[in-house]
């Protein structure tokens, strides 16, 4: 039998056990971990995947609170570095206006008038607080405070009738060191202002600044120095509202009532911050840019332009700088316009600045020097500091007037031509309108001798020049600069001995001790001419001349060719007696001058005019001016009307004065009959066209007037000064001696020489005074 192949068959669940039996047999089995294990791997990654569920749930309310209401997350900030710190500025609950104000005064502090940040809008202001100041007469409120608000847009106040105000800001303001004040008329502005341990002055007003373009916004604080009128002092404050911070940014003071100011002096687009400290001529500027700070993003800070260092490390340009470091402006900006036309590359934005503001100074020196000046040593200093010595020399050269007072400037400067000659010279050493103001300077301040060592030692003045120069000095001896005419008025007083410490002899030569019977007076000045104007007492001022040396009050006086003066005394019938004198010495006291004079005894009192003082003036002091008299009634058909105007007034002014007995007024008629002998002048005493009715009223004529009244003869109080009224061509009374508040008395009418009006002479208790018509005042002062 055939064999049939056999048929193979797979198994596959012997072959599938076979290869498990393998795996078994090649794989180990691992151990069971513990049941303690599988928990705590468990535990630690459910708490991984809660926490971090949970900070992504924390940050997102973060978020969410940070959006809606920082304040909230203002924790945060104990862990952030600065730069980083969340703005709390929404802290507090908003306030509407009037809780503000209330909230203000429960700590006794003042709500001030708000400032709005935004034109025609409440959505944010500044509020200035202030607070009352003890023992205060005027300006009594100090600032002390200055906070920013804004108004609130939450829901629960948005809707609203009163609007609601969140604080976001505030600054304390504790006012300026009195010590920054003082010493600001020397150095004048600072940036930093140490507050502690000073006298501070209050701030007591604050405005917004209008007329800037610089970010944010700006605002002065000002207070008013109580010493002087004249000089203001303050803070420069600044808002950011990005950062919302509110900053002090400089302290400031001027002598001259000016304010800063936002103006245009760069060519950049930004106007620069100018605070003007410029007195009389000499210029003074501050000027500060608005510049970004490099430490903290979106803030500013204020650069001042200043001459300490030069932009350009060039000799030409240091050389510039230095010029306007001393004040020679114009040839300073003369030499940079040189300077900048051969130069191939533009200058840097710190020298065009420096350049831009020398300009300032350089446009304010050529105003004042193109000016025509009527005092010749304004108009010479006003040259000199805009560097032309050669004009200015000019004007000494003139005459001997301006020689005069041109010394006296020279005499009283404190260095303001020495500097600048001195660094002009160094700018041109041959230049001899330059060497010649150095010259004068030296003979004025160190002497003749000193002068000429000095020319001599200067090896680029040739012979022509020192020629030239020592004929300019020339001008300086008294005899030659003093031509004025002396020209004073005063009272005088016989004193039997003097203390030779108290005055001030006027020269050298002369001698305190009085010989030939010769007897010392005393003279309160109460007028005197220095060469240009009359000046009167009380002398403004005049406690800076007190340590002046002799040869400046020759000067002034005009006294050094001719120290002479009169005397006038009056005698019993009213007649002048004049009596030759000389001025010895001079003494300032306060406000006032007195001159001691040695002369000719006095007639004795019993014998002179009743309560007369008797006049010191100089020969060309005044002219006396007498108007023809003419009675009341030869005037009255002249000036009908005024003279029936001025009868009542003169009848009720002797009755209240006491001169006339009885209360009743007579009528017209009854006045003109008792007073038609009167003696009455015209003259015109208001520098007008008009002509005013003098009325003299000697004793003689109220004894008349007064027995016409009683029928009785009564002889004339002899002991009484006439006295005088005199009328306005309305009949109204411009000057009366029957003031009994001010006891004084008309004695003559005089015209000051070079013063084409007329002065009235008046007797009053302390002694002589001239007295003007005031257009302004409409009386005479």
């Known amino acids: 039998m055939k064999n049939k192949p056999r048929k193979l068959r797979l198994k596959p669940n012997n072959i599938n056990q076979t290869h498990q039996g393998v795996i078994k047999k090649t794989v180990q089995k691992k151990p069971q971990p513990s049941q303690w294990q599988s928990f705590l791997s468990s535990t630690l990654a459910m708490s991984l995947l809660l926490s971090i569920a949970g900070a992504i749930i924390g940050f997102g309310w973060l978020s969410v609170l940070f959006i809606l209401d920082p304040a909230q997350v203002s924790w945060v900030n104990e862990y952030l570095p600065q730069w980083a710190k969340i703005s709390t500025g929404k802290r507090e609950i908003p306030q509407t206006l009037t809780a503000i104000e209330r909230s203000l005064s429960q700590k006794k502090r003042i709500a001030g008038e708000t400032i709005p940040l935004e034109i025609k809008s409440e959505e944010s202001f500044l509020m200035p607080v202030f607070q009352e100041l003890a023992n205060c007469e005027s300006n009594c409120q100090q600032l002390v405070e200055l906070r920013i608000y804004q108004r609130s847009h939450d829901l629960e106040y948005k809707f609203q009738a009163d609007k609601y105000y969140y604080l976001i800001t505030k600054l304390p303001i504790i006012g300026l060191s009195k010590n920054f004040v003082d010493a600001s008329k ?297 031509v004025h005419k002396s020209r004073i008025i005063g009272t005088v007083k016989q004193v039997n001995q003097i203390n030779e410490q108290d005055w001030l002899p006027i020269s050298l030569q002369t001698d305190l001790k009085n010989t030939n019977n010769q007897i010392w007076y005393e003279v309160e000045v109460s007028a005197f001419h220095n060469g240009t104007s009359w000046l009167l007492y009380p002398f403004v001022n005049f406690d800076e001349f007190k340590n002046q040396p002799r040869k400046f009050w020759r000067h002034i006086l005009g006294i050094s060719s001719d120290p002479s003066i009169q005397i006038i005394a009056w005698k019993p019938d009213g007649q002048q007696e004049i009596i030759a004198a000389t001025i010895k010495a001079v003494q300032v006291q306060n406000q006032g001058l007195r001159l001691l004079i040695s002369g000719s005894k006095l007639p004795d009192s019993q014998n002179q005019y009743p309560h007369r003082q008797p006049l010191a003036l100089t020969v060309d002091a005044l002219e006396w001016v007498q108007p023809s008299p003419v009675s009341l009634k030869d005037l009255s058909p002249q000036k009908p009307e005024l003279v029936n105007s001025i009868l009542p007034t003169i009848w009720q002014t002797l009755q209240q004065s006491g001169d006339i007995t009885g209360s009743a007024i007579p009528n017209l008629q009854e006045i003109q009959t008792k007073m038609a002998d009167l003696p009455v002048q015209l003259v015109s005493l208001t520098n007008d066209e008009n002509q005013q009715v003098m009325v003299t009223i000697s004793a003689a004529a109220i004894a008349a007037l007064n027995q016409s009244q009683t029928n009785q003869t009564e002889q004339p109080e002899g002991e009484k000064k006439p006295r005088t009224l005199i009328f306005a061509p309305d009949g109204k009374v411009i000057y009366s001696d029957f003031t009994g508040t001010n006891q004084q008395t008309l004695i003559a009418i005089a015209q000051l020489t070079d013063d084409q009006s007329l002065a009235l002479l008046v007797e009053k208790k302390r002694g002589y005074s001239l007295e003007h018509w005031s257009q302004t005042n409409q009386r005479f002062e």
């Open 186 to 482: 020397y150095a004048k502005t600072s940036e930093v202002d140490n507050q502690q341990g000073k006298i501070n002055l209050p701030l007591t007003s604050i405005k917004a600044f209008t007329d800037t373009n610089s970010p944010g916004f700006w605002f002065y604080l000002q207070g008013k120095y109580p010493q002087e009128n004249n000089i203001i002092y303050g803070q420069i404050v600044h808002y950011n509202p990005t950062l919302k911070s509110l900053k002090q940014m400089l302290s400031w003071e001027t002598s001259n009532s000016k304010l800063p100011k936002w103006q245009q002096v760069t060519g950049d687009e930004t106007k620069e911050l100018v605070i003007d400290q410029t007195l009389d001529l000499e210029p003074n500027f501050q000027v500060y840019q608005v510049k970004p700070s490099q430490l903290v993003a979106n803030a500013v800070y204020l650069e001042r332009i200043n001459f300490q260092k030069s932009a350009v490390n060039e000799f030409a340009f240091q050389h510039s700088i230095l010029l306007a470091r001393n004040g020679l402006w114009t040839p300073a900006l003369n030499w940079l316009k040189s300077l900048e036309k051969d130069r191939k590359q533009p200058f840097s934005s710190a020298a065009k600045a420096q350049i831009d503001v020398i300009k300032l100074y350089s446009d304010f020196t050529k105003i004042q020097a193109d000016k025509n000046w009527a005092s010749p040593n304004q108009q010479a200093i006003a040259d000199i500091i805009d560097g032309r010595w050669e004009q200015a020399l000019q004007i000494f050269e003139k005459s001997p007037n301006n020689a005069q007072e041109i010394a006296s400037l020279i005499q009283t400067d404190k260095g303001r031509i020495w500097n600048r000659a001195t660094v002009a010279l160094r700018l041109n050493p041959n230049r001899r309108a330059v060497l010649a103001w150095m010259a004068l300077i030296f003979k004025v301040h160190r002497g003749e001798e000193r002068t000429n060592t000095w020319l001599q030692s200067q090896s680029n003045i040739d012979a022509e020049t020192l020629k030239y120069i020592q004929c300019l000095l020339t001008r300086l001896d008294d005899d030659i600069i003093n």
